[in-house]
T-cell receptor, first 113, second 116 residues
Framework: EAAVTQSPRSKVAVTGGKVTLSCHQTNNHDYMYWYRQDTGHGLRLIHYSYVADSTEKGDIPDGYKASRPSQENFSLILELASLSQTAVYFC????????????FGSGTRLLVI | AQKVTQTQTSISVMEKTTVTMDCVYETRDSSYFLFWYKQTASGEIVFLIRQDSYKKENATEGHYSLNFQKPKSSIGLIITATQIEDSAVYFCAMREITGNTGKLIFGLGTTLQVQP
């Protein structure tokens, strides 16, 4: 069954530390996305990618980097984690077609202390 | 600029009734796609239904249907015969064709509580 798998499911990180969130999809989709969800802000796009070895900035990229080493894998990297980055992070994938819907991962709950 | 607005923060209905959730959007594109997603209590986000802007017919999928009013830039979600399991947060989203980034812009969501 096609799916998007995120790891870890939850993480506690120390302020100033490095955090890597991983995402793996078996949908054979070209597009992958990272969103963060905060109460009162809904889902906001951080980074996205439409081909391996290339990433694009979304609407709130500051403080985040992304890596797409293969079609299946897309990582979100917080080089210097900050308290404001405490949130739930969702990865998603979709086809290149405009009408294609997203398949979401289960989310990663990140707490920065 | 593209924007999606859901004005209803939360709605409470009795089981087996019909509920409508509102969504309005802003876009400069002549062609776009509109989506509704459901986020369950466990946090899972699932796709429910889509409306293509160039189609006049309202989309339907099971007990979900849409009320698409293009002149008003409005796309309402209608759930008929609601069930307890429909209790969740519902997100409206839009994708423009321009730029072909594939990205979705989401509204802030409407929390639906279905009472027995």
């Amino acid at each position: 069954e096609a799916a998007v798998t995120q790891s870890p499911r939850s993480k506690v990180a120390v302020t100033g530390g490095k955090v890597t969130l991983s995402c793996h999809q078996t949908n054979n989709h070209d597009y992958m996305y990272w969103y963060r969800q905060d109460t009162g802000h809904g889902l906001r796009l951080i980074h996205y990618s439409y081909v391996a070895d290339s990433t694009e900035k979304g609407d709130i990229p500051d403080g985040y980097k992304a890596s797409r080493p293969s079609q299946e894998n897309f990582s979100l990297i917080l080089e210097l984690a900050s308290l404001s980055q405490t949130a739930v992070y969702f990865c998603a994938s979709s086809d290149a077609w405009g009408r294609s819907d997203y398949t979401f991962g289960s989310g990663t709950r990140l707490l920065v202390i | 600029a593209q924007k999606v607005t859901q004005t209803q923060t939360s709605i409470s209905v009795m089981e087996k009734t019909t509920v409508t959730m509102d969504c309005v959007y802003e876009t400069r594109d002549s062609s776009y796609f509109l989506f509704w997603y459901k986020q369950t209590a466990s946090g899972e986000i699932v796709f429910l239904i889509r409306q293509d802007s160039y189609k006049k017919e309202n989309a339907t999928e099971g007990h979900y249907s849409l009320n698409f009013q293009k002149p008003k830039s409005s796309i309402g979600l209608i759930i008929t015969a609601t069930q307890i399991e429909d209790s969740a947060v519902y997100f409206c989203a839009m994708r423009e064709i321009t730029g072909n980034t594939g990205k979705l812009i989401f509204g802030l969501g409407t929390t639906l509580q279905v009472q027995p």
